[in-house]
């Protein structure tokens, strides 16, 4: 499993950065302050589900609105949001190729 994560760029804990950890994720105070301190993801999933890319983009977004800074990291490596912006494009593009892939199927079965 290829890993995104999102890192804060302070270690210092504080309410507001667990209210919007939590808004994502059910996460105990204790363990969010862990993670914060810990200087350990905040917020990661496999790169390849668009749904855990999207929620990573939320929480960063929500995060920033507050004066928070955190950083991407892909495998460990720092990142952009317009990389995994670019890959959620690439994603959907790939899934409307897949459907018309199938529904060109669909219809040479039909038409046998």
């Known amino acids: 499993m290829r890993t995104v994560g999102l890192k804060l760029e302070s270690s210092v804990f504080t309410a507001t950065m667990a209210k919007i950890i939590r808004k994502y994720q059910e996460l105990p105070i204790s363990q969010i302050k862990q993670i914060v301190s810990n200087n350990d993801y905040v917020y ?54 897949v459907e018309e892939e199938m529904d060109r199927e669909a219809l040479l079965e039909d038409d046998e």
């Open 44 to 97: 990661k999933c496999d790169i390849i589900r668009a749904n855990g890319i999207k929620t990573l983009l939320h929480v960063k977004k929500d995060l920033f609105k507050e004066g928070i800074n955190s950083y991407i990291y892909v495998e460990g490596k720092l990142t952009s949001e317009e990389y995994l912006n670019n890959l959620l494009v690439s994603y959907k593009q790939t899934e409307e190729q």
